[in-house]
């Protein structure tokens, strides 16, 4: 009889551990991706089914998304909520780009007591201000009942793009703004033709969470557009849809699909253009 | 060169600087300034949108703290999710992101996966864990069941909404994994490798080398966690409506807090009190009570800058 040869310790508490370490990942995968699993599955359930304990459909009912998608209103929330994320992100990068170029490379007066304004208007809850906001929106210029309220204000910089993109500004070398600076270029010029590219991954991140703010935003419609069903976003239509629905999970979990997934497509092709825009950065030192 | 050009060329450059600045300056004052000065006064008057403002001198005030029932319990249930769901979320993600470090197979894998819940919007995850949670029907009260485990009403039970929206929270803690998996990768390898030579066992190791080292990192976890709970509206909101099956969507006719003023939180109040019972004068009241509380979290944090501008880096 041969005994098995005894594998040193360390080598066997370091498979130990190694397995210790992938089952508690395993299981903290179970925890992040059984939610998502149980919509998917109850989204493809028939009526019925959706309100029993089963797991599985039974017959798998792939037209519910068709209904969902024929509900009336909701493809004006697809354009409304592509129309509040996608002109919103841009006109937030095109005012917020100058302002974090001013706040990370000129010297001024008042610079840092801006930076912490920026700051402080970044942590404000968007509740404080909302009756003045309301009523100037709804009362003076007569804009409740669409998206402009949010729209608008986008022009005018978003204090957390410009204090992410001054973070991300800093890290761009002063040495190349004074070459760019000795060849005759004028600010504007420097911005556009140095930084600009340079600054390219940070405006990526900005813009990415910009857009799903907006995705996302419940309260802001809930405020502005509440009144007039054709304005709602996807985000505020989904609960009145729940509200229509109120017994049929099966649609409002395809809805629920239907709303998560355009912000899961969006995060797997951004990612790649993060890793690119960060290796980017680290070749050019 | 002489001193007139010289002036000259600092206007200029004042000029510019204030043509950079423009956009943020006009936001500035229209969306910032003016709307704070205008709640300021709105909330010493009795004013319903329509007709003229009235002078209410310090009645919308005494009306908050003494008369409107919703104003105590939405503060108390601030204090309990700072207490308890902050605390659960900074120990999670810690937890998490030291798993996430450690994981030497299909690392990329993993990480996405954790991280996806927090890019759910928060009405889907919302709606999605309403579902999950329900007491009825719902799977994770089956699974309870069959375990042989209590089964809570979660969403329908006071005295378990709270907890319930801590899970939700706790599955999106993917931003707080992403922070604190790039301090941890920040320690330095030789310290951890001296601490080893010296004989200090695993939890050691993380008390006197791992914990200091992050510190200001959990710091910054803790005071944002406090300020967005500040914020924390969409959640608790559409959490009571789904579960009490409050019917049709525009909800005027909803009265935040099911089950039982559970899950009020003081950004639903401006709401509740603006928009459904038309006093913008309390209203602004409470927004007033929300900003301090948020400033006040906010100097704290820029006191410790050093974690904001390292964490607004990554």
Not at chain 1, 192 to 217: C, E, H, K, S, T
Not at chain 2, 31 to 44: C, E, G, H, Q, R
């Amino acid at each position: 009889m041969t005994r098995p040869a005894p594998s040193p310790p360390g080598r066997r508490t370091a498979l130990l551990h190694w397995i210790a370490v992938h089952a508690l990942g395993v299981a903290a995968a179970l925890f992040f991706t059984l939610p998502f699993l149980f919509v998917v599955l109850t989204s493809l359930m028939s009526d019925q089914q959706a309100l029993t304990r089963d797991l599985v459909p039974d017959t798998w009912q792939w037209d519910n998304y068709r209904t969902v998608w024929d509900t009336p209103g909701f493809l004006t929330w697809w354009r409304n909520t592509l129309l509040y994320a996608g002109l919103g992100t841009v006109l937030t990068v095109v005012s917020s780009l100058p302002v974090a170029y001013a706040l990370a490379k000129f010297r001024f007066r008042g610079r840092n007591l801006s930076v912490m304004l920026v700051i402080s208007m970044m942590m404000l809850p968007p509740q404080v201000v909302v009756i003045p906001m309301y009523l100037f929106w709804a009362k003076q210029l007569d804009l409740s009942g669409t998206l402009w309220p949010l729209i608008v204000p986008m022009a005018f910089g978003d204090a957390f793009s410009i204090f992410l993109l001054r973070q991300f500004l800093l890290t761009i070398p002063d040495e190349y703004l004074d070459a760019a600076r000795v060849d005759g270029c004028g600010e504007l010029r420097t911005l556009l033709r140095v930084v600009l590219p340079m600054a390219r991954p940070g405006i990526a991140a900005v813009a990415l969470f910009q857009f799903f703010y907006a995705w996302n935003d419940y309260f802001g419609p809930q405020i502005y557009t509440s009144e007039n069903p054709a304005a709602w976003t996807l985000s505020y239509g989904l609960e009145s849809f729940k509200g229509a629905h109120h017994t049929d999970w099966n649609l409002t979990m395809a809805a629920t699909v239907l709303v998560m997934a355009p912000v899961i497509l969006v995060f797997f092709f951004a990612q790649k253009a993060f890793v690119e825009g960060v290796t980017l950065t680290g070749t050019k030192g | 060169m002489p001193t007139h050009t010289l002036r000259a060329k600092h206007r200029t450059s004042t000029l510019r600087t204030l043509a950079f600045l423009s956009p943020w300056l006009v936001g500035f004052g229209v969306f910032f300034a003016y709307p704070l000065v205008s709640t300021l006064y709105f909330s010493l008057m009795r004013y319903d949108g329509f007709g003229v403002p009235e002078f209410r001198g310090a009645g919308n005030w005494t009306y908050v703290f003494q008369d409107y029932p919703m104003f105590w319990p939405a503060l108390r249930n601030t204090l309990w999710l700072v207490l308890v769901m902050v605390t659960c979320r900074v120990v999670f993600g810690l937890g998490i992101g030291l798993l996430v470090t450690r994981i030497k197979t299909a690392t990329g894998v993993f990480r996405t996966l954790f991280y996806l819940p927090y890019l759910a919007p928060p009405v889907a995850a919302t709606l999605a864990f309403v579902f999950l949670l329900n007491p009825g029907t719902g799977p994770v009260n089956s699974a309870l069941e069959g375990l042989g485990l209590p089964a809570p009403g979660w969403f329908t039970d006071a005295a378990w909404s709270k907890p319930a929206l801590t899970a939700l929270a706790l599955w999106g803690v993917g931003d707080l994994m992403v922070i604190f998996m790039a301090a941890l990768l920040d320690v330095p390898k030789e310290q951890y490798e001296a601490a080893a030579l010296d004989g200090a066992s695993p939890w050691q190791r993380f008390r006197f080398v791992t914990l200091p080292a992050i510190s200001p990192i959990i710091l910054f976890a803790v005071v944002t966690g406090v300020i967005q709970t500040m914020q924390y509206y969409t959640q608790p909101l559409v959490a009571g409506k789904v579960a009490s099956g409050v019917i049709g969507g525009s909800g005027q006719q909803f009265e935040p807090g099911y089950p039982d003023k559970s899950t009020l939180t003081l950004p639903q109040l401006v709401h509740n009190l603006g928009f459904q019972r038309f006093d913008y004068g309390a209203a602004c009241v409470v927004a007033l009570v929300l900003f301090a509380l948020s400033m006040a979290f906010t100097a704290l944090l820029m006191r410790s800058r050093g974690g904001l501008i390292q964490a607004g880096d990554r």
